[in-house]
């Protein structure tokens, strides 16, 4: 008898976290997003609370973010198509440069592939999300509202899931924990923040030196930001087509400019001095396992799996660690 009902409670409880679950999932990226801002956010909000305290800094930061995002919002609904364009444009231009290229055998092909499956997945994505502007709201009143309770209940947040760790094996849950911490440090540190402030350098570059419109100067942050996370092209592919279209319509000398512009402020200088500074000797990352993650990620979960993914591999990577370590302490052992 107790077993029975053991069993239906457990019926029980597995339906009401079904229905949790589907309560949450349409708003998982937003909250996700909120959690990843408010991680980035925190240091700035311990040191505006030390001079104007936590309470204004609270408000001060929601305020910035709305700001923000109403600009973005605006921006996105008056350029999206222009920037689309742009998009496939410098697509189609990269792509009849690549094909000049000696490259490796098969690599062409393989890049060629990757191209076909990667463009209807971004016309996919952007169709079914960017362009569902009532959708697209709901999310950015859910973003705003996660990001303010999150960052209010920061530190409360942070004590229940350290009570949530299993007494066994508590010290490997504290490693993962940590090695999560590390990663999601480096991300944001030197892969995202980094490379976004190399797309808005770029954007800014293609509008001073004249190289196409504001869409198209935009067009050209995307990418910047896109290759700034590919290890064998980087940021300096975008500014080199720039260079190159401007030689063909005869004006050398901005082209030069544009060159110098793109070298010290987007790469790759930016990568040999500022990047290593930036990133914590202990968080570095395996440019492979961060790459692999992030485009495994965003094909297995979208835009959230950029983050996700290299932290999961990263948590793969300390398990297997563990692992070893714990074999070798049994073969001490035995011996």
Avoid: C
Avoid at 3 to 18: A, E
Avoid at 37 to 62: D, Q
Avoid at 265 to 284: G, N, Q
């Amino acid at each position: 008898m107790r077993r029975g009902n053991f069993l239906v409670w457990v019926v029980v409880i597995l339906f009401i976290f079904y229905l949790a679950w589907r309560v949450i999932e349409p708003l998982i990226s937003p909250i996700f997003f909120a959690a990843v801002l408010v991680y980035a956010v925190n240091p700035i909000h311990k040191r505006l609370s030390s001079k104007i305290g936590e309470e204004k800094s609270f408000i001060l930061l929601t305020i910035l973010l709305v700001l923000i995002v109403v600009m973005i919002t605006v921006e996105l609904i008056l350029l999206f198509k222009k920037v689309m364009e742009s998009v496939y444009t410098y697509v189609d231009l990269f792509l009849k440069w690549f094909e000049t290229l000696t490259l490796p055998f098969g690599m062409e092909e393989a890049i060629q592939k990757a191209y076909s499956q990667i463009m209807p997945k971004l016309s996919e994505y952007t169709i079914n999300y960017t362009l569902s502007i009532p959708k697209y709201l709901i999310q950015t009143v859910i973003f705003l509202a996660v990001f303010y309770y999150f960052l209010t209940h920061a530190e409360s947040i942070k004590m229940e899931i350290y009570s949530l760790l299993p007494r066994d094996n508590r010290e490997l849950a504290e490693k993962l924990l940590r090695r999560a911490d590390l990663t999601l440090q480096a991300l944001i540190r030197s892969w995202l923040l980094l490379n976004i402030a190399k797309g808005i350098v770029m954007t800014a570059g293609f509008l001073i030196f004249g190289v196409t419109d504001l869409a198209g100067s935009i067009g050209a942050g995307l990418f910047t930001i896109l290759f700034s996370f590919i290890p064998l092209f980087e940021g300096w592919m975008v500014w080199l087509i720039g260079a190159i279209y401007l030689i063909k319509n005869g004006n050398p000398t901005t082209a030069l400019l544009l060159s110098i512009y793109g070298f010290t402020l987007v790469s790759p200088l930016p990568d040999f001095t500022i990047r290593p500074k930036i990133v914590a000797k202990e968080a570095k990352l395996d440019s492979m396992m961060v790459l692999i993650g992030m485009i495994g990620g965003t094909m297995a979960f979208g835009l959230k799996g950029l983050i996700a993914g290299p932290i999961v591999l990263n948590l793969v990577s300390a398990l297997i660690k563990e692992w070893k370590r714990h074999e070798r302490a049994k073969a001490v052992i035995i011996e």
